[in-house]
């Protein structure tokens, strides 16, 4: 293993998990216009995909946690959070009520250049329809590792749902594998060969998205 433990964690108690759609914080940045300024959680940026603009994406710290509304698609990452060798990266996000887009969200990893304009990631995404997806992108190019796959336990987004859902991402690279877990449950794989595994970890939020970061960690694993 050579990646050293580098974590960061932010939790919120399941109290206010539970009341977070009228939590006065939440409430507040949500009814603020696109261009309020708001106070990123420190060391986070948001870098909007090629074409898009950095301004209509607002990372707002919400302790613990931070919320993400985006425009234009975009990854948002902390550069001191790398992972390397084996490792568990872990994400807890909600999401707001999406309308009718069925646009994709999640974390990216082993990634390299991501300020500049050629960024390489991989990315491990759900949507409000209860698929997930895992691709790679290599500067302008992008690569289907695993096409939008249905499973079970992947949350779906309904009139019903209630303010928010939450949806519990584990990605785990291992020597030969990349898995991807929602809720506990294996939903996709590949070959570590078939993804870039080490490097910045972070989030991708697509398309006009309104979503609150509960947890973003990443760990080193014991070999097996």
Known sequence: MTNSTLRRTAAIGACVLGALSTHPTVA???SRPATSPAKAPPGWVARADAGGNNAEVRLAEM????????????IVFDSTMRASGNWRLEATLLLYNPGA??????????????SSSSPTYAYALVRRDGKALLKVREGAATRTVRDWTANAAIPQWTSTA???VKYPLVIEARADRV???????????APRSELPTDGIVGLRVNHALNLHVDKVSVRPLTSR
Do not use: N, W
């Open 28 to 30: 507040a940045a949500q």
């Open 63 to 74: 302790k613990p946690g931070f919320h993400v509304t985006t425009g234009p698609a975009t």
């Open 101 to 114: 887009r069925a646009e994709g969200f999640g974390v990216i990893f082993g990634g390299r250049g991501l």
């Open 162 to 164: 209630g303010a928010s």
């Open 179 to 189: 898995t991807m877990s929602v809720g506990g449950t294996q939903v996709l794989d």
